[in-house]
Structure formats: structure tokens, C-alpha cells
């Protein structure tokens, strides 16, 4: 099976904010350039102008990763972030039962690229509107913006993933599509600004992070999944 490798340095979803603020940025301070009698309220503005410019460029930036570890039977972290929750909940809409949640805190210092955490195949994709609330509140997962996608593993079990957006987030992208490949060197999507990731993993997954643990998506290893019976 061809696996396709994103390589890009600077995420496209960010065109789309970073051109129209770059603009508007300049069109500030060119005239206080321009018209103002030099002193330490443009060298100010300015420096805030660039600081601001920064920050968001930097949260929409796209490291280029490959993951060379262990694949069968693994599910890496989907995305970069802390790991602030691992426990056992029911999970009503796609696997429809009981299973492990491991929810993954991303601020808006974090890449915010989502990657496939498994090989496989895409079963299931959903968007739903909703609230805004803090992505830490554990109601985030059932009450704010949300996507849901499921996923057959190559080894046979189903895994959920969910995109949540945060109280700074007002957009979720959701590349996934039923009935195509997942892999874990390509992206599922992408959250803009302060966002979570819950991943729901059988029951008998074996975890291998805990609360407070740092994560890099695409890379970290998360758990491992014994293969369907039969």
C-alpha cells in the first residue's frame, strides 16, 4: 500500500490568516513610519506588530515527520500537546461502547496539524456544531465544535478520534473521508487555536502515556491495540 508524505513547512490552512494579517499589519505601520515624529510609540507598535505576526505564524507552522517506529498494532499521538486525561467512558457514536479515552490539550504554542494516529482505513467522519467552552472542561467532548472520525485498524479493531475545539478555536478542519486510507504519516486535519484530541481505544489497549506526559503527533507512541480475535 503507497503511503503519501505531506512535506510542508507552514500549514495551508494558515494562507488564508497569515497573507490578510501580514497586510494589515504593514498598512498599520508604514504611516507611523511615515507621519510620526520618530520616538518610542512606533519602535513600539512595531515591535508588537511583529511579536503578534510571530505567534501566529508560529501556530500554524508544519513539521515535516515520518514515523520509523513499531506500526503494527500502535497508535501514535495525533497531535502535539499534554496529555490531560486517561480513563474509561462510554463512547456512544462510533464504536458504540465502552472504552479507554485518552484526551490530548493542545495550546496555542503547539503545532496544530492533527495526524492519523493508526494505519487503516477510514469508517466514519462527522462534524458537529456546538459550544466554545474551554477545551479542558471533560463536557468539551460531548458539548463543543467537534468532529468525529473512526477507523478501522490494519489489524482488525476500531478506534475513534475526536477533534474538539476550544474556547479560542472557531474552526475544525477534518480532512478524512469514509472509505479512504488512513495512515499515520498524513494528516486528519486541523484545529485552529487552544483545541483538545480524545482518542478512544479498546478496552484492552495497552496505554502508554499518562496525565501530564508531552506528546508530538505523528510520533509519540500512545498505545498499543492487540489484533481482532479470529
Known amino acids: ?118 494505519d487503516g482505513k477510514v469508517e466514519y467522519v462527522k462534524h458537529h456544531s456546538g459550544r466554545f467552552l474551554s477545551a479542558w472542561l471533560p463536557k468539551a467532548s460531548t458539548e463543543n465544535e467537534r468532529s468525529t472520525v473512526g477507523i478501522v485498524m490494519d489489524n482488525g479493531r476500531r478506534i475513534t478520534v475526536r477533534q474538539i475545539a476550544g474556547a479560542m478555536a472557531r474552526r475544525i478542519v477534518t480532512y478524512a473521508h469514509k472509505g479512504e486510507e488512513a495512515s499515520i504519516d498524513d494528516h486528519l486535519g486541523f484545529i485552529k487555536f487552544g483545541s483538545r484530541v480524545d482518542i478512544y481505544l479498546p478496552v484492552d489497549a495497552e496505554v502508554l502515556l499518562k496525565i501530564n506526559d508531552l506528546t508530538r503527533g505523528g510520533l509519540t507512541p500512545l498505545a498499543k491495540v492487540k489484533p481482532a480475535a479470529g
Open 1 to 118: 500500500m503507497t503511503r503519501k508524505i505531506h512535506r510542508i513547512r507552514i500549514h495551508h490552512e494558515g494562507t488564508a490568516v497569515l497573507v490578510p494579517l501580514l497586510i494589515v499589519l504593514v498598512a498599520l505601520n508604514v504611516p507611523l513610519w511615515l507621519f510620526m515624529v520618530p520616538g518610542p510609540v512606533p519602535v513600539v507598535l512595531s515591535v508588537i506588530s511583529v511579536v503578534c505576526y510571530l505567534f501566529v505564524f508560529n501556530f500554524f507552522r508544519c513539521p515535516r515527520r515520518h514515523y520509523n517506529g513499531e506500526r503494527e498494532n500502535m497508535v501514535v499521538s495525533s497531535v502535539d500537546g499534554k496529555v490531560v486525561a486517561v480513563e474509561r467512558v462510554y463512547e456512544p457514536e462510533y464504536l458504540k461502547s465502552e472504552a479507554i479515552m485518552v484526551s490530548v490539550f493542545m495550546s496555542p504554542l503547539n503545532v496544530h496539524a492533527n495526524w492519523y494516529p493508526v
